[in-house]
């Protein structure tokens, strides 16, 4: 089946959403039984049919509030609920699915690498998991109970807050989380495995005490400390520079090898490949940790700009990964040297990036069409998506920038956003005119600047 395209004008608001998912993981690599307690909220009165995305997994049953439910269709990419005799404005939907996370090597959902079982949802990978509206602009509240082998998997991790735990008589345990801030599927993880633990804890600027857990291969914890120190100095920056302070008790990081993406900053769970993350002095450079400590920062700051404020949809994934960028590039300066810093950022641009523009995989930092989300995770969206936010910032001044910052969080917070939004609330908290800047967005290609001078030998 050739794969269609989709475009930006095409955007239609859910006629569903979702408020409150409750999960339990029956966790086993052969055979993963997924329990989704889903409750649903209707958008637009006039839908009679639910469709959910979803495949890679055995369906087993469907509820709807409580009952048995016939009315579907199933594809498979999806399926689709005919609730025409259901005008209820809110319902729950119970749905069973089972995984064999030993089995899935598209590395996308629940899978098993190494001896661990972990997850990867972005871009559209809850999907593989259960049924769900697998959509950026669907923000829900997640609580998420794991049931593993306690020998095999003695560390069971989810997002947000440890909120219960136990012992059961068959050896296996299990834990509870609850993430209190509505966040979109492709935000949600889980870890379970075997680890080494590096604890230490943060206090806010209000006051609060975070905890914050490093979780590491077995024999990794002589590498562990410079990304904790990496963190901690990332949290105060982003509290002094952007006003922004964390918001959940705990704040963990799982850097493994068996990771098979660079880093993700899942909610309250960042999960890295270990290369990105462990540094030993006897055998790392000075490029290393700066690397390490400027990925870390990275991660960590999406918890405000990728997290709290999200993307609507894909074609807006400049707006969280071209802010952070730009905020992750800020920190290395303030922290480190600003002119070394820039000189760098501005090498990899010309060389990488201009390169790309120049090609023909050239393309907006906000495409207008994709046929295949993740290979739009380029230099493009990243870094000159980095320099649009940093010519903002030139134009503005720091002090604006801030304003105009601070007025996007306000707005959008918990919500879903445009790159519309983020470029308007700059407009009205500096009282000026952005509608020549914006064709940024929209236009391909680098700039060719045409230069001519002239010299006055009386005034100099």
């Not at 989704?36 to 369906?59: I, M, P, S, V």
């Not at 990867?120 to 109970?145: H, N, S, W």
């Not at 990771?259 to 990105?276: D, Q, R």
């Amino acid at each position: 089946m050739l794969a269609k395209a989709k475009y930006r004008k095409d955007y239609k608001q859910p006629d569903f959403t979702v408020t409150d998912i409750f999960l339990d993981f029956q966790l086993d690599p052969k055979h993963t039984v997924v329990t989704a307690k889903t409750t649903f909220r209707r958008l637009n009165d006039e839908a009679t049919h639910l469709r959910l995305d979803g495949h890679g997994f055995q369906f087993a049953s469907i509820k709807f509030n409580g009952e048995d439910f016939k009315h579907y269709h199933q594809d498979h990419e999806s399926l689709t609920l005919d609730l025409t005799n259901q005008s209820a404005a809110n319902f729950e939907l119970e749905i069973v699915t089972n995984l064999e996370p030993a089995q899935n090597t598209s590395l996308q959902g629940l899978y098993q690498s190494g001896e661990g079982i972990c997850t990867q949802c972005e871009a559209e990978g809850f999907r593989q998991i259960t049924y769900m509206l697998d959509r950026p602009d669907v923000l829900a509240r997640y609580t998420t109970k794991i049931t593993a082998d306690k020998t095999k998997y003695p560390y069971l991790l989810s997002n947000g807050n440890r909120i219960a735990s136990g012992e059961l008589e068959d050896g296996r345990h299990w834990v509870e989380w609850n993430d209190p801030f509505p966040k979109p599927s492709y935000l949600f993880a889980l870890v379970a495995g075997d680890f080494d633990l590096l604890q230490d804890t943060f206090t806010t600027k209000s006051g609060r005490k975070v905890a914050l857990e490093l979780y590491v291969d077995r024999g990794n914890l002589d590498r562990a400390s410079w990304a904790m120190e990496s963190l901690k100095k990332a949290m105060k920056w982003d509290e002094d520079r952007f006003n922004l302070e964390y918001d959940l008790d705990i704040y963990m990081i799982v850097a493994v090898d068996f990771f098979n993406m660079g880093a993700m900053e899942n909610k309250g769970l960042n999960i890295f490949n270990s290369k990105f993350v462990l540094a030993n002095p006897q055998t790392a450079t000075d490029d290393d940790y700066l690397a390490i400590e400027s990925v870390i920062a990275h991660e960590y700051f999406h918890n405000w700009t990728g997290n709290r404020v999200t993307c609507r949809d894909w074609f807006q994934l400049s707006l969280k990964e071209g802010l952070t960028v730009f905020r992750d590039q800020e920190f290395s300066s303030d922290t480190g040297s600003r002119a070394v810093n820039r000189i760098n950022n501005v090498k990899f641009l010309r060389t990488v990036q201009f390169a790309e523009d120049a090609s023909p995989m050239s393309h907006p930092i906000r495409p207008e069409k994709v046929i295949e989300m993740n290979n739009f995770y380029t230099v493009t969206v990243y870094e000159k998506g980095a320099e649009v936010i940093r010519m903002l910032h030139t134009l503005l001044g720091e002090q604006g920038f801030q304003k105009g910052m601070q007025l996007y969080i306000a707005e959008n917070d918990g919500k879903a956003a445009t790159c519309e939004d983020f470029v308007s609330a700059m407009e009205r908290a500096n009282e000026v005119d952005l509608a020549q800047f914006r064709r940024w967005y929209s236009q391909s290609g680098t700039p060719e600047l045409l230069i001519s001078d002239a010299y006055d030998e009386q005034t100099h």
